[in-house]
């Protein structure tokens, strides 16, 4: 009886460790798609941040953002009690809220104002939204608690929340760094806004998306031993 008893429980964190590798590599999705969008902008259309800000922009967003909010609806934690399409839905409703969010607390810390920069800025604010906020709403949807964990203090309960933290919080210090240069005289085309900024963004989402990965697949959940 206690030899049955093993042989269950061995058999569940089998099959839950199989479901944490397929969640990670799920979420290294979101990675490679935004690496495919920054290719088909350079290759087929000969497009860059320098030389065809808005475009680029434009672009990432129509690749990324199928991807990003149908791979954080798949690995949805309250997948039982929530159908994948509203998860789906979550996500919808969460990139609009974040992009105002982005958008506001970047005209606080200084980005310019004016029809100039608006096009730009308003896709710069939906991918940062993809970044941050369209994760956790498709992941953990309105539940104020785990939003509060991660988005401010950064405890994760499980290694399955390194998978919406890391990336955010990468992408927002990416973003803090590529926006120093912005000031300096050095009178570069990359310099203007919100080129630099965007592509700290981009890199401290690849960097935390591939770190929180291997956070996951090292970081197995404690087993429960029977008495």
């Known amino acids: 009886m206690k030899f049955l008893t093993m042989l269950q429980s061995s058999a569940s964190i089998s099959f839950s460790e199989i479901n944490i590798v397929r969640k990670a590599a799920l979420h290294l999705l979101c990675s490679l798609s935004l690496v495919a969008a920054c290719w088909i902008a350079f290759r087929l259309y000969s497009w860059s ?10 672009l990432l ?9 149908g791979v954080y609806s798949l690995v949805r934690q309250d997948a039982q009690k929530t159908s994948y399409w509203r998860a789906v839905a979550r996500g919808i409703l969460g990139l609009p809220a974040g992009a105002l969010v982005m958008a506001f607390g970047a005209i606080v810390l200084g980005a310019p ?18 970044f ?5 709403a498709c992941f953990f949807g309105s539940s104020r608690v785990d939003w509060h964990r991660l988005l401010a203090h950064f405890r994760p309960k499980e290694p399955l929340d390194a998978l919406v933290s890391l990336p955010a919080y990468g992408s927002v210090v990416g973003a803090w760094i590529g926006a120093w ?3 300096l005289d ?10 630099c900024v965007t592509y700290g963004a981009v890199t401290g989402y690849l960097i935390g998306t591939l770190a929180s990965s291997i956070v996951v697949l090292f970081q197995r959940p404690a087993h429960i031993k029977g008495d």
Not at 49 to 58: A, F, I, M, R, W
Not at 132 to 136: A, G, S
Not at 186 to 195: A, C, D, M, S, V
């Open 186 to 195: 050095w009178e570069r085309p990359w310099q203007e806004w919100p080129i």
């Open 49 to 58: 941040l320098v030389t065809h800000t808005s475009e680029t922009l434009g």
């Open 61 to 69: 967003l129509i690749i990324q953002a199928p991807v990003v909010i």
């Open 132 to 136: 941050t906020f369209v994760p956790p």
């Open 181 to 183: 240069p912005m000031p």
């Open 113 to 130: 104002i004016g029809s100039r920069y608006l096009k730009s800025t308003i896709y710069w604010s939906i991918l940062m939204s993809l």
